[in-house]
């Protein structure tokens, strides 16, 4: 009898789960102020890397069921640690679509800017003075490599597919939590106000980015996000075992109409 319900339990509902795939990646992105293009390098290879995956599938799937591409169910989710504020040129080239766009907005200088911005209303001389030591011993053998490294890194992103930071909503369904942080786009508005906050600097360093390949036919849609704690809870403490508040999103899949 055994043998007899394994065999009959064992294809329910498989195809409805195989037809399914959801890429999940997740990064902890190097920062220091001396080697900003290390950490768009790694930020660079991890998007790369998720787009591979996804056409992988997509190419699987046609060959071993003749699936056309609108027919695979695949979307992926880049989360993580990104150490870029919204207000950070690293966010901005993230963000950026169409992608031709980043060869009239950005050169190679955007590596000399800053990728974190902390809250204003914080202030901390450790975090000054330890921003002047750093910019002060910025070493001269490393400026041709940022260079080369710099522009190969501009030219990969016009191949890279578009993201979307799913807490990008934030703030237009939390209209209480308005960041201190904004600028003539108010590119910050709309992320959370913070999703660090240790006791010498609170900000937004942590993205759920959702991946658009070409010709995608399916998309994950937000249906509720985890709040950020208010009034500001400085952690670790009893509720938040790390210094990062978690990101958490409930979603559907949705087909997308071209």
Not at 29 to 40: D, E, G, H, T
Not at 95 to 103: A, D, G, L, M, V
Request: proline share 6%; with cysteine.
């Amino acid at each position: 009898n055994t043998n007899t319900n394994t065999n009959t339990n064992t294809n329910t509902n498989t195809n409805e789960q195989e037809d399914s795939y959801i890429v999940c990646g997740n990064i902890h992105s190097f920062w220091n102020w001396r080697y900003l293009y290390v950490q768009m390098k790694q930020i660079t290879e991890y998007v790369s890397k998720a787009k591979e995956i996804v056409e992988k599938i997509k190419e699987k799937e046609k060959i071993e069921k003749g699936k056309e591409e609108e027919q695979v169910k695949v979307v992926a989710l880049l989360c993580g640690d990104w150490n870029a504020s919204p207000l950070s040129k690293i966010y901005e080239i993230i963000n950026c679509w169409p992608r031709e766009q980043i060869k009239q907005k950005f050169d190679i200088s955007i590596f000399d800017t800053p990728s974190v911005h902390r809250d204003p209303n914080v202030n901390s001389v450790q975090i000054e003075t330890c921003q002047l030591t750093i910019k002060n011993e910025w070493a001269q053998e490393h400026i041709n490599l940022r260079r080369q490294h710099s522009q190969l890194m501009i030219d990969q992103w016009l191949n890279l597919p578009k993201l979307q930071s799913i807490y990008s909503i934030y703030q237009m369904l939390q209209p209480q939590c308005i960041s201190n942080f904004t600028d003539q786009y108010g590119r910050w508005i709309n992320e959370p106000p913070y999703t660090c906050a240790c006791f010498f600097w609170i900000g937004t360093l942590d993205y759920i980015f959702q991946l658009f390949s070409p010709f995608q036919h399916f998309a994950l849609v937000p249906i509720s996000l985890l709040s950020i704690p208010t009034p500001i809870q400085f952690a670790p403490n009893d509720s938040h075992p790390s210094d990062h508040i978690p990101l958490i999103v409930n979603f559907s899949f949705a087909k997308l109409i071209h």
